[in-house]
């Protein structure tokens, strides 16, 4: 079983950056691929970003490629999502999510958190 748990959400206005941390227990962490979704009010959760378990192999959403970046240190059991130049529409849940998987993908993790709001304003 892996547990994860999200920090480092909140307010900040347009333009603006957040760094969200995900902090993993339960499992050899650097065995697993880590992602991070996203659901707002009223729309479907939706995939931003995936790392593997060496941080070698990056997968990212176009709709925020260039400006969101996923990282990981194993040693560590985190994994953080880098958001910059946020956009009110980036308003939203975030999940952290995981999964034994060998490369990053857009679909089909096991292991969700609870999530951490992340609210742009304009």
């Known amino acids: 079983q892996v547990q994860l748990v999200e920090s480092g959400g909140g307010l900040v206005q347009a333009g603006g950056s957040l760094r969200l941390s995900c902090a993993a227990s339960?499992?050899?962490?650097?065995?697993?691929?880590m992602g991070w979704f996203r659901q707002a009010p009223g729309k479907e959760r939706e995939f931003l970003a995936a790392?593997?378990?060496?941080?070698?192999?990056?997968l990212y959403a176009d709709s925020v490629k260039g400006r969101f970046t996923i990282s990981r240190d194993s040693t560590k059991n985190t994994v953080w999502l880098q958001m910059n130049s946020l956009k009110p529409e980036d308003t939203a849940v975030y999940y952290c999510?995981?999964?034994?998987?060998?490369?990053?993908?857009?679909?089909?993790?096991?292991?969700w958190g609870q999530g951490t709001q992340v609210t742009v304003s304009s």
């Open positions: 790392i593997s378990g060496s941080g070698g192999s990056t």
């Open positions: 999510v995981a999964d034994d998987s060998y490369t990053p993908r857009r679909v089909g993790y096991d292991y």
């Open positions: 339960g499992r050899t962490f650097s065995n697993y691929v």
